[in-house]
């Protein structure tokens, strides 16, 4: 390690609200949604170059966003070299691996509700603690979750899936909900977290299992 | 209203240039922005969610890409619940009753036009109170009113209908050209501000109602 | 010039690090990138303005994600006139002038990887002295040289060549590798720039004579 700036060595409260057990949760969350981009990346036959980006992208975009719309810079995914480390490790060993990978898709999905909750807890708390509105602050939080996924598809010129697919924003947004409502209360803000990160979890894992879904528009088809 | 911070209940001079009935403008426009976003989500067949999605980006995208160039975080459409609010219900509405939207085609190109005046106006406004050179600053304004167009396009997969439809950034361009060149004379900001937005909707109108555009490129036809 | 404030009349170091030739050398790169945007617009057949648009974005896109994201906003690009205007003129020319540009091929190629060079030892240097660290710097400067053109292949719906083609964001990592290197010798930092950037057109020169490439993933072939 060479500059010790203490940016990242203490990460910003809010971002990883202290404690190594909850950055090695930020840290798993990063590694399995750089996994999902990852993967994207080996279905487009993209060379190991363009398989890292969306590694990366998936993995620490959603925080990325988060970051520069409430001015928190350098965002703390670039704040020191783990996040970044972590997201290339994932997206390397996702390209080598990947028929590997593949068969472990079930296991995937379940780490990636745990990811879902976790950002959207930890990006309300971080939105709420820049002074933002709580309305925007759990818009934020769900932002945190889902950004990451939707720029990894916006690179491969995809409509986001979190567009048009089963319930995963409105996990994310009904995880941030109860951050903000704690914090309303207010109420003790770890119980709350928990709760708020179990609920995202829940919801995601039932509408996997039983195929929930939004209403979608009942429009004409698209012309072009 | 739980947080109390000045950052929301007086929002940076620039943004809402003082008095009711610019905020009111401000939010129209926002709102006729967010019916245009939802209506692209409705015809792509997205699911409540990527609807409500696309018209929040269509109706504060643009404001938030010249906020976070300037550096003015948090952004004008966050720091509060009114643009996202506002965003959100025009998204709500267009998703259940784009049927009835759908005959309003013309008073919503009238609004759009609109729209595109005010925020171009008011966007060079806020680049140039944060000293921005005067061609950068007609060109952030011109943004704060085709980035949201853009950025909603982006999420579609569709390239962005401002680079090759009729006379749209151009009309952007005019308006914010006046307020450059009032500031430069300088003339007393009110009546600059009305003839730049009141150019830019002539112009808009006026290309609507006769076809106009602008010269495109005759190269080859794109390979891919 | 009207406004004067010393944010464009000294550009921050390590965006230009001092002296006129390199000014013109980063001039000469926005330019050379412009071009690239410029004729992709061409090519998809948008109207002036797009196709100026393209140009920008090409121009100027990586040096504007790299500063939004270390918080040196406004970004370099946009403080002052020059770049914005390099990358217009560059858009113009190509406009009016694509067949003359098409059969200037060959040197395009060839600034192209100069302005690679160039950019992903300028970022790197920039990103250094904000205080990231230097596996993150590093990541940053190899963005300011691709940034630009990832941006341009999103706004017309095009995976971006970047990640899936020759050996281009390779050869801009190791000339930011190099110049992270240097900085942690610590080496003076003039040789030290320039056998960054001698690296990174090197092997982006040698790359396209040979048709070097990374691996691809032997995926499965998209479903989409």
Same mark, same amino acid.
């Given at each position: 390690?060479?500059?010790?700036?203490?940016?990242?060595?203490?990460?910003?409260?809010?971002?990883?609200?202290?404690?190594?057990?909850?950055?090695? *949760? @930020?840290?798993? !969350?990063?590694? $399995?949604? +750089? /996994?999902?981009?990852?993967?994207? &990346?080996?279905?487009? %036959? *993209? @060379?190991?170059? !363009?398989?890292? $980006?969306? +590694? /990366?992208?998936?993995?620490?975009? &959603?925080?990325?966003? %988060?970051?520069?719309?409430? !001015?928190?810079?350098?965002? +703390?995914?670039?704040?020191?070299?783990?996040?970044?480390?972590?997201?290339?490790?994932?997206?390397?060993?996702?390209?080598?691996?990947?028929?590997?990978?593949?068969?472990?898709?079930?296991?995937?999905?379940?780490?990636?509700?745990?990811?879902?909750?976790?950002?959207?807890?930890?990006?309300?708390?971080?939105?709420?603690?820049?002074?933002?509105?709580?309305?925007?602050?759990?818009?934020?939080?769900?932002?945190?979750?889902?950004?990451?996924?939707?720029?990894?598809?916006?690179?491969?010129?995809?409509?986001?899936?979190?567009?048009?697919?089963?319930?995963?924003?409105?996990?994310?947004?009904?995880?941030?909900?109860?951050?903000?409502?704690?914090?309303?209360?207010?109420?003790?803000?770890?119980?709350?977290?928990?709760?708020?990160?179990?609920?995202?979890?829940?919801?995601?894992?039932?509408?996997?299992?039983?195929?929930?879904?939004?209403?979608?528009?009942?429009?004409?088809?698209?012309?072009?």
């Amino acid at each position: 390690m060479i500059v010790s700036s203490p940016e990242y060595l203490n990460p910003p409260l809010g971002t990883v609200p202290a404690g190594s057990l909850l950055l090695a *949760l @930020d840290l798993a !969350g990063t590694a $399995v949604f +750089a /996994v999902s981009g990852a993967a994207v &990346g080996v279905k487009y %036959r *993209l @060379d190991v170059f !363009g398989v890292c $980006v969306l +590694a /990366v992208v998936a993995g620490v975009g &959603g925080g990325l966003i %988060r970051d520069v719309l409430i !001015g928190a810079v350098p965002p +703390a995914a670039l704040a020191g070299w783990r996040y970044v480390t972590v997201a290339l490790a994932a997206g390397l060993i996702t390209f080598w691996g990947h028929p590997g990978i593949e068969r472990l898709r079930t296991p995937i999905l379940v780490f990636d509700a745990a990811g879902l909750g976790l950002f959207a807890v930890s990006g309300t708390e971080k939105a709420l603690g820049f002074g933002l509105h709580p309305v925007v602050a759990a818009l934020l939080g769900m932002l945190t979750g889902i950004g990451g996924g939707m720029l990894r598809d916006l690179l491969v010129s995809e409509i986001p899936t979190v567009l048009r697919s089963e319930l995963y924003a409105l996990a994310a947004l009904a995880g941030a909900a109860v951050v903000v409502a704690g914090h309303w209360l207010p109420l003790p803000a770890a119980p709350v977290a928990l709760t708020g990160a179990a609920l995202c979890f829940a919801m995601r894992i039932a509408a996997l299992r039983r195929g929930w879904s939004l209403p979608r528009a009942t429009g004409a088809p698209p012309e072009g």
